[in-house]
């Protein structure tokens, strides 16, 4: 039988991670109405914990700092946290117990797409409201779901387009790798349809999954090295996802794959995963994201000071993921003020055209389609575990959710 769990109080807080987080100095006076309930439905065990126990923590910083600003309406925010333990279908169960059973106003949450597909018809059934905030292949729009991460043409198609470029190293073969789910698969659909336009055909295009946690890539990696060795200039471009990447990188190095001979750019790999291996041996592989820790503006120093007094861990760092939950967490607060009510229809619409000066350093939009406005950036990795930006757009880029390399698109509305 599963279990509901309960607001997490301050203290509670304080007490179950070791004294780390810090109680507030002043604690504002609120007004006779209910708490505000901010469901978390992230998992914090299992393969994806990773990943996703710093947007569990992004999300009580924000609440935390919302309290200290007086609340919203006068209201003080809860933060309802589940733990969905990377286990797909309970991702579901406890969408239904955050919406049903604590009647969360919001909810934050989610990493893969097949975490976020399982809890979609959940959030539709009992017009609930998800913030979703991770790059994901799009092909999909839901009123009941805003999306701050990035859709493929704000990360995956730049991304790839960088390596077939002079600055990216003229790829001439490409070897997608990716865990077996939904969003790698679908990624690189979209991503064969645009290598195919580029001239690439699909002799020159490797492609393997591996499950969930893969741990044995010494095989795949030799297969990598075998496929470069043919004649023609080859980079990775890898959707593997969670705790698998360790292993991964490690054989990269193993194998003594530098980026100058192959070149990997990850779309799932971050500060958070790589505080975990030796970066020494990835220094010059690539990432893409909407925001690197190593961006220079006013609002990110001001984001990496407010991360660093909230959870007092030196080692812990800020990620693309994070941003968007703060973006996410930002509008959202605005359309409730905006909207003078918590209610789901009347904070969706004022949602559409909330603007956020964001960390990454660009101003960010919500559009129609429930996607925002992004700027694109690639980073090397360096040897501390951060990442040198070497491109980025001049402009946030509105999201393409449908893609025009999936044929079936062709007629559909976009934007």
């Not at 865990?179 to 492609?207: C, H, Q």
């Not at 190593?294 to 609002?299: C, D, G, K, L, Y």
């Amino acid at each position: 039988m599963s279990k509901t769990f309960p607001p997490i109080s301050r203290r509670a807080l304080v007490a179950g991670m070791g004294g780390a987080l810090a109680m507030p100095a002043i604690r504002p006076a609120f007004g006779q109405g209910a708490p505000i309930k901010v469901g978390v439905l992230h998992s914090l065990s299992g393969t994806m914990a990773i990943s996703e126990t710093a947007l569990r923590d992004t999300v009580l910083m924000m609440v935390e700092a919302q309290n200290a600003a007086g609340g919203i309406l006068g209201r003080r925010l809860e933060a309802v946290v589940v733990d969905p333990a990377s286990n797909w279908p309970l991702f579901a169960e406890k969408a239904r117990e955050l919406l049903a059973v604590a009647r969360v106003d919001v909810t934050f949450g989610c990493w893969t797409s097949v975490s976020r597909k399982s809890v979609l018809p959940v959030f539709e059934e009992l017009n609930g409201l998800l913030f979703y905030p991770v790059q994901y292949e799009g092909e999909e729009e839901s009123r009941n779901i805003f999306y701050t991460g990035a859709a493929p043409n704000q990360q995956a198609i730049p991304a790839v387009e960088y390596l077939l470029g002079a600055d990216g190293g003229s790829a001439k073969r490409i070897a997608l790798l990716g865990t077996d789910y939904v969003y790698p698969r679908t990624t690189n659909r979209i991503l064969r349809g645009f290598l195919n336009s580029k001239g690439i055909t699909d002799a020159d295009i490797m492609e393997e999954y591996t499950p969930f946690g893969h741990s044995d890539w010494q095989g795949i990696v030799a297969r990598v090295k075998r496929f470069a060795s043919e004649g023609k200039k080859t980079a990775i471009v890898s959707t593997i996802n969670g705790d698998a990447n360790v292993p991964f990188y490690r054989e990269l190095g193993n194998q003594g794959i530098k980026a100058e001979d192959i070149p990997s750019v990850a779309f799932s790999v971050g500060e958070e995963e790589l505080a975990g291996i030796d970066a020494r041996p990835l220094v010059g592989h690539l990432a893409a994201w909407n925001y690197f820790m190593s961006v220079q503006s006013p609002v990110n120093t001001a984001f990496k000071a407010q991360w660093a007094a909230y959870i007092r861990n030196p080692r812990r760092v800020t990620n693309d993921p994070m941003e968007a939950t703060y973006t996410g967490f930002k509008m959202w607060a605005q359309a409730v003020a905006q909207a003078g009510t918590t209610a789901v229809d009347a904070v969706r619409t004022a949602m559409i055209g909330q603007k956020v000066d964001a960390p990454c350093g660009y101003t960010e939009e919500m559009h129609r389609n429930h996607h925002l406005s992004k700027p694109v950036m690639i980073g090397e990795i360096q040897a501390d575990g951060q990442f040198n930006i070497v491109y980025r757009t001049p402009t946030a880029i509105p999201a393409e959710n449908w893609s025009p390399f999936i044929p079936e698109n062709a007629n559909r509305r976009r934007g």
